[in-house]
Structures are given as C-alpha cells and as structure tokens.
C-alpha cells in the first residue's frame, strides 16, 4: 500500500490549500505543501500570510513549504553575546560605520545568492527567486537591512513583511559579524516599533545561538494571521535603536 503524500499542483492564480496538508515530519520532504503556481506579487504576500514560502533550486518547479515546527527568534528573547555587544560598541561609535534599510535591495539579494541554503551545496535563489523578491521589494513586501562601512555594503540580509509579520529570507557578510550587526538592527527596529517576532523558517546553531527557537506551525500561525492585519511601521531605521536593543536585550556572557 503506498503511504506517499499527495502534492497538489497549482496554477497560477489558485489558492494555497490548508497549511494541515503539508507534509508530515517522517515524510520523504517534511512541510512541502503544493507545487507550481507563480511567483507574482499577490502569490507571494498570500503565501507568507498562510505561513507559507517558495524554497526550489534550479531545474526545479517552484515548491512551496510550511514547517512543523517553525523557528522563530522573539525579539525580546535576542541574545546579545558579549562580543557582539562590543562589536556593536565599535561600529556604532565609528562615524565610517551606519545602518541602512532599503538602499540596496538588489545587491543584498545578490550577494545572498551566492550563499549556499542550510543543507544544501547550491544557491536557491535563482533568477525566477530574484525577480520575484525585487518585484515585492518595489511593491513594499520586501526589505534589505544592511551593513555600510566606509560608504561600502560589506553585508546584510533580507526579509518579507506583511502588516506586522515579519519573515526573514537570508544574509550575507564580507566581514566578521556583519551580517550580525544587520540582524541586530533589524531586532533593534523591532524592539521600538513593537514587532514581537521574527521568521527564521529553519532550525540553525547560528540562530539558535541568537535566541531563536521552534515553536509549532499552529502558534505561529495563530500569531501571524493577527500580526498581517496590523499596519506595518515605517522601515526606517534610527540611531537611538540601538540604544534600546543595548538597554533590553538579554546579555548572556
């Protein structure tokens, strides 16, 4: 008797059937829910609403995934090591040194391509996954966080918002801690505009390391069908931010 789930293939247009019909953990793709559709503005915004986000490589059809359980770093759960808390102290203070939202989209999802997915030995975000992001970027659906040192990007990292949802997608960085320092201020923007949690899809040490950790799909998606109906806080990003993730986040030595 064959057990294999089924995958409903989507065209364009169709909506996403429940996130209960994912596949199990124990399956031959834990979470893989549909196949196919598009990649569309629209698609993507009702996807991330759903909990649900494409992940395919090249030669693949698009595949759409909803984990159980889902990583989540609370951002009053960040953890503010001690030596990013003095790599911090250093950035900040260095007036070469700034924090940019939205400058340089296009080249963040760039140099992100060229890093390999968790698990995996090749990029994911191919030229179809670009285009999409750039296109939801240009709508307001996507944002870069990014790390300038002497009027040079040396990394940063993306995500997809939708109200208040907050979903991150991937970071790169060309010096130590510089995709850390994004993350921070990414966390710090959070903290003040009182945006509780951010998406971080796969369970990683790296971002367990920061605070992160699973909670089920159902929580999740519980919190994120409130957080999307709220309106999203203006992505700007100010100085005095990082004065309150300093003052709130929790410091383990």
Known sequence: MNNQPTLPLLHPGDPFPPISKSWPPGSPAPGLIAVGGAL???T????YASTIFPWFSAGEPILWWSPDPRMVLKVSDFRLHHSLRKTLHRF??????????DSAFHQVIGACARIPRHGQSG????????????ALYEAGGAHSVETWIDGQ?????????????????????????????????????????????IDCQQNTHHLASLGA?????????????VLAKEPSPEWKFEPIYWDELV????NPQ
């Open 213 to 225: 950790h699973e909670i089920s799909r159902l929580e999740f998606a519980e919190r994120v069908a």
């Open 153 to 197: 990007l040396v990394a940063g990292l993306y995500c997809v918002s939708v109200g208040r949802a907050l979903f991150g997608e991937s970071m790169f960085t060309d010096v130590t801690d510089g995709s850390k320092i994004a993350l921070s201020a990414l966390v710090a923007w959070c903290r003040h505009h009182g945006v509780p949690l």
């Open 123 to 134: 990029t994911w975000i191919g030229p179809k996954m670009r285009s999409a992001y750039q």
């Open 44 to 47: 993507l915004r009702n996807a």
């Open 40 to 42: 569309d503005v629209a």
């Open 92 to 101: 900040v203070g260095d007036a070469r040194s700034e924090v940019r939202f």
């Open 247 to 250: 003052l709130s986040a929790q």
